[in-house]
Structures are given as structure tokens and as C-alpha cells.
């Protein structure tokens, strides 16, 4: 910390432009600060692993006593950085209310054996802190990667570097930063919303926000107050759902950040009461993942493309290639069920049977019990095969041909 910055040493710019920064911070209401040294109670040849110290705890109205005592602040040991990062989770009350941030300033890298990155991520995970900031003074942007797993690293190699770095992570800590987001439509307009949204913290990949989206009264996307801090991904939970990552805020700012999410609808419609307890497995076409269980005899929103549908009637019907436009509701229409009554004489063995392109298809094997059974059937023309638990031979097996109606009911005695 004694090698030059400029015209005068890094310590001594380091005390001058944090001095600046409690007074501004001393203007802040409903903020309190604290201070946390290390490398300066032991000689380097003493290589003290555990030299950092809360100098000044967080209470109302210290900032004099904090000044004070960075005008006393005298370099002499190694830089315990991750120690420092763990001893500091200590420091802050316990509010689960407060935002925790840290700020870390340094002009080398850990000298111990503590690994800062996983002490830093293991307090962001607790909650303990925000993701904290890291100012290398006269570090150069090449060590970049050794502290961006910590946090948000600024280089800072001139004076000026350096007070636009503080001024930069005062903003985010004290200042108000405003988000918007935009859903766009096929023609590029926000004219999309109400949606669920949510934004995640990239780094611990927990949801830090959860919208459902709105336009206001002049047709604009709301605004939302949002932490700065964070690199976040977004997940807009449309069907499918849209994803965007690394998103950054400039802190004190209005930001805004607009998703492709042009949707139709697609409406699904049975007649009859069979239908309401159905549900259509609705997929991407040619992909195998499902995007909704669709519920018969309803209308739901989907991102505009081609879907392949499923409904799991007997037999299932399969249609492919369905598009969806742009504001638009696609529909389809099922045939209404009909309905079989099948009663029986004691138990037995059996199957309905479909004729499809000259070959007999297997649409259901049958589940008779001593009762019988109700099923319900695409309308079309099907074959029953049954024989009785009690027949020894085949030859006695039944292949009786029936046909199933819309709406309509069929009894069937074997």
C-alpha cells in the first residue's frame, strides 16, 4: 500500500477517498457502516494468517470515529483476504431486513491459504451479505478473474479510478435503481403481459424477484425497484418458457430489458362431461418434452410456433404441426365420447379391438371384474373379444362388432 498511485501513495488516496465516502455516506438515512482492517497489527515476517480486526462496529452516528481511525491506518502484514471475508460475517446485525453489502479494498491478492471465492459465495449463500465489491487499487485488469467469483471487481490503477469505483458502489448501495420489462410481441411490441417473471441472482442461481407482468394505465410496463447488485438471469414462464441471462443494472438508473414472448391461444373443446377430465399433452413439434397438460374445455396462452397435441381418449388422439398466431386462438374440436356398457357373467379375459388400414389394433384391454365395466370411446366402429375365466379353449372365445355414437350410450351383455 506504500508504492506510488500518481503523486502520492495508494494507502494515503485509499484514506483520502474513503474519508469522501463516510461523509457522503453520513447524508444516507437508515444506513450505518462499519470498518474492518486487516494486515496492520503484525510485521509481514510474522505472516499472521489472522490479522484483521473490526475496528469500528456498526452503530448510529460513527462516522467521525470511523474517520478517525482510517487516518491511523498503517500497512504492515499480509492480506488474509478470505479470513477477513469470514470474520466479517460476524460484523453485521442480525436484520434480516437489512441489505448487507461489503465492500472490500485491496492492492494484492489472498497471501494465505483461505480460498476468498467460497467464503464469499458461502455468506451470499446464508444471506449474510450481498454480493460484495472488490476495489484493486493499482491492481491491473488482468487479476479480474481472481476476484469476480468473489464479487463485482473494479480496477482502480489512477486516483480518478479509484473515486469513480466508490462513487460507482455508493450508487448501488444507497441509490434507488428502477427496472422495466418489456414483452414483446411478433411485430417487436410491448404489447405482451401478464405473465409470471422472475428474476434470479445468477451467482447462487436462487429467484431473488417473482412478477406476474403488467401494464399500467397508459399501456406501459410497470416499474420495479430492484437491488443492482446482482447479475441476474430472467425467466419469463410463458409456454414454453423464455429464458435470458447476465443481465446488469446500472445502479441509480432507470434500466430496461425487453423478451421476445409473442403468444396466441389455443382453445381445446370436447362436448359431453367426459371431456372434463381430460387433459392434452401439448409439445413443440417434433420434440418430446412437454410444454402443458392441457385441460380439456379450456383456453390457455402459448408462445406462437407449432405444437403436436395428444389427447389420451381410447383410442388417443394425435394431431401435428397445430400452429398458433400471433393474437389469434386456435381451436379444436374433439368428437363428444360415447359410452359402453359392458356387463358379464362372471370373470374373463378381453380386449376392444379397432380396425385401422386392414389390420385389427388393440385400443384397450378390458378390466372386467364380476360386474362389468363403462367405457368411453372415439365414435367409430370396434370389435369386442372375451373369453370366460372358466371356458377351457379358445374356440369359445366372443368377437361381437358394435358401434360407439357421439353422446350416445351402448350396452353390451357377454
Known amino acids: 500500500m506504500y508504492e506510488k498511485l500518481q503523486n502520492n501513495t495508494r494507502i494515503n488516496v485509499a484514506k483520502k477517498l474513503l474519508a469522501e465516502m463516510v461523509d457522503t455516506l453520513k447524508k444516507q438515512n437508515n444506513t450505518q457502516i462499519a470498518l474492518r482492517v486487516y494486515g496492520h497489527r503484525s510485521e509481514r515476517g510474522e505472516k499472521n494468517c489472522k490479522d484483521s480486526h473490526l475496528e469500528v462496529p456498526f452503530y448510529a452516528n460513527n462516522h467521525e470515529k470511523i474517520k478517525e481511525k482510517i487516518k491511523g491506518i498503517v500497512p504492515k502484514g499480509t492480506t488474509p483476504i478470505a479470513y477477513s471475508l469470514q470474520m466479517s460475517g460476524d460484523d453485521f446485525p442480525a436484520d434480516p431486513l437489512s441489505r448487507n453489502i461489503l465492500i472490500l479494498i485491496t492492492d494484492g491478492l489472498e497471501s494465505c491459504d483461505g480460498d476468498p471465492c467460497a467464503v464469499s459465495l458461502a455468506l451470499q449463500k446464508r444471506h449474510v451479505v450481498l454480493k460484495p465489491f472488490i476495489i484493486g487499487i493499482g491492481l491491473s485488469p488482468e487479476v479480474k478473474d481472481a476476484f469476480e467469483c468473489m464479487g463485482t471487481f473494479y480496477p482502480a490503477e489512477q486516483e480518478e479510478g479509484l473515486r469513480r469505483a466508490l462513487k460507482l458502489v455508493v450508487d448501488q448501495?444507497?441509490?434507488?435503481?428502477?427496472?422495466?420489462?418489456?414483452?414483446?410481441?411478433?411485430?417487436?411490441?410491448?404489447?405482451?403481459?401478464?405473465?409470471?417473471?422472475?428474476?434470479?441472482?445468477?451467482?447462487?442461481?436462487?429467484?431473488?424477484?417473482?412478477?406476474?407482468?403488467?401494464?399500467?394505465?397508459?399501456?406501459?410496463?410497470?416499474?420495479?425497484?430492484?437491488?443492482?447488485?446482482?447479475?441476474?438471469?430472467?425467466?419469463?414462464?410463458?409456454?414454453?418458457?423464455?429464458?435470458?441471462?447476465?443481465?446488469?443494472?446500472?445502479?441509480?438508473?432507470?434500466?430496461?430489458?425487453?423478451?421476445?414472448?409473442?403468444?396466441?391461444?389455443?382453445?381445446?373443446?370436447?362436448?359431453?362431461?367426459?371431456?372434463?377430465?381430460?387433459?392434452?399433452?401439448?409439445?413443440k413439434s417434433g420434440t418430446c418434452e412437454t410444454v402443458m397438460d392441457h385441460d380439456i374445455n379450456t383456453r390457455q396462452r402459448y408462445l406462437i410456433?407449432?405444437?403436436?397435441?395428444?389427447?389420451?381418449?381410447?383410442?388417443p388422439l394425435k394431431f401435428r404441426n397445430v400452429r398458433v398466431s400471433?393474437?389469434?386462438?386456435?381451436?379444436?374440436?374433439?368428437?363428444?365420447?360415447?359410452?359402453?356398457?359392458?356387463?358379464?357373467?362372471?370373470?374373463?379375459?378381453?380386449?376392444?379391438?379397432?380396425?385401422?388400414?386392414?389390420?385389427?389394433?388393440?385400443?384397450?384391454?378390458?378390466?372386467?371384474?364380476?360386474?362389468?365395466?363403462?367405457?368411453?370411446?372415439?365414435?367409430?366402429?370396434?370389435?369386442?373379444?372375451?373369453?370366460?375365466?372358466?371356458?377351457?379353449?379358445?374356440?369359445?372365445?366372443?368377437?361381437?362388432?358394435?358401434?360407439?355414437?357421439?353422446?350416445?350410450?351402448?350396452?353390451?351383455?357377454l
Not at 359431453?272 to 401439448?282: I, K, M, Q, S, T
Not at 410456433?305 to 383410442?315: E, F, M, Q, R, S
Request: charged share 20%; hydrophobic share 35%.
Open 305 to 315: 410456433g407449432n405444437y403436436d397435441i395428444d389427447v389420451p381418449t381410447l383410442p
Open 173 to 283: 448501495a444507497v441509490n434507488k435503481t428502477t427496472f422495466q420489462v418489456s414483452l414483446l410481441d411478433s411485430m417487436g411490441r410491448a404489447t405482451e403481459t401478464n405473465l409470471p417473471f422472475t428474476l434470479y441472482d445468477k451467482t447462487l442461481g436462487i429467484d431473488r424477484y417473482s412478477y406476474i407482468h403488467t401494464l399500467n394505465a397508459k399501456g406501459m410496463p410497470d416499474t420495479l425497484v430492484v437491488d443492482p447488485v446482482h447479475t441476474y438471469n430472467i425467466t419469463v414462464h410463458s409456454n414454453p418458457p423464455v429464458n435470458a441471462s447476465n443481465i446488469t443494472l446500472t445502479p441509480g438508473r432507470h434500466n430496461t430489458y425487453s423478451v421476445k414472448t409473442p403468444t396466441g391461444q389455443l382453445e381445446i373443446l370436447m362436448g359431453g362431461n367426459a371431456g372434463n377430465y381430460l387433459r392434452a399433452d401439448v409439445r
Open 326 to 413: 400471433q393474437s389469434k386462438t386456435t381451436r379444436i374440436q374433439l368428437p363428444q365420447l360415447g359410452m359402453l356398457n359392458l356387463s358379464v357373467f362372471g370373470d374373463g379375459f378381453g380386449s376392444i379391438m379397432k380396425t385401422e388400414n386392414g389390420k385389427l389394433v388393440k385400443v384397450y384391454d378390458l378390466n372386467l371384474g364380476s360386474r362389468g365395466e363403462t367405457i368411453y370411446l372415439i365414435p367409430g366402429d370396434y370389435r369386442v373379444l372375451f373369453r370366460s375365466k372358466a371356458a377351457n379353449s379358445s374356440l369359445f372365445t366372443i368377437d361381437k362388432p358394435f358401434s360407439i355414437k357421439s353422446g350416445e350410450t351402448l350396452n353390451i351383455k
